[in-house]
């Protein structure tokens, strides 16, 4: 029987999905949530008062990414072990977060069973990431990441722009904007503009706020 008790702090902003963690812990007894929080700030600041063993963070809040504070998290505490939960599994995002420091990245879909497993792999030191998150990674391995210049080039593309609207935005040549283009489209492994977007939202190389 396991006897150590696991502290986790949950940031979450979907209320369903907190009720769903917490009915999970009920069913063990060395795992205890030891604090909630549905605002990235008010998760944060939780964090700081109760330097947890184990912090699941939400992926999305409105209007912002929690990748972009992990380093805020690991500035507090350096030893920081955070497990990203997100909708889906974006391969640009999973990289970033992992890249951040992330100790796991697991989707919304988790079985309560992997849930647990997570937690307790995590809290024990080591990485938590689920095979079918080390698939999309795979999947995706060995191509080309965006410059920067593509990378504004392509958020505008999901945004609708066309062309000569990017070019006016970005005080560049038309021209110039088919080169982006046609080397995302090259990198991303797609040969047209509705693929570009549909593509850039799955892998998350591009954020789209709901």
């Known amino acids: 029987m396991r006897t150590a008790s696991i502290g986790v702090l949950l940031i979450e902003n979907h209320a369903l999905t907190r009720l769903g963690i917490r009915a999970v812990f009920r069913e063990v007894d060395d795992i205890h949530l030891i604090g909630e929080a549905n605002t990235s700030a008010e998760g944060f600041s939780e964090f700081e008062k109760l330097r947890p063993d184990v912090t699941i963070l939400g992926l999305r809040f409105p209007g912002s990414c929690s990748i972009d504070d992990l380093e805020n998290y690991f500035a507090e505490d350096r030893d920081a072990k955070i497990i990203v939960l997100a909708e889906h599994a974006g391969d ?5 977060a992992l890249r951040q420091g992330a100790a796991g990245y697991i989707c919304k879909d988790i079985s309560p069973e992997e849930l647990v497993k997570a937690i307790r792999t995590v809290a024990a030191g080591k990485k938590y990431i689920p095979d079918e998150i080390v698939r999309v990674l795979s999947q995706n391995l060995g191509q080309e990441e965006l410059t ?56 998350g190389l591009v954020r789209v706020d709901l």
């Open 92 to 96: 640009a995002e999973i990289t970033k």
């Open 148 to 203: 920067p210049a593509e990378a504004n080039v392509l958020r505008m593309i999901v945004g609708g722009m066309s062309n000569k609207e990017i070019a006016f935005t970005l005080d560049i040549s038309e021209n110039t904007v088919k080169s982006h283009i046609q080397n995302i489209f090259g990198k991303i492994g797609v040969s047209d503009r509705t693929s570009a977007a549909t593509t850039a939202i799955k892998r």
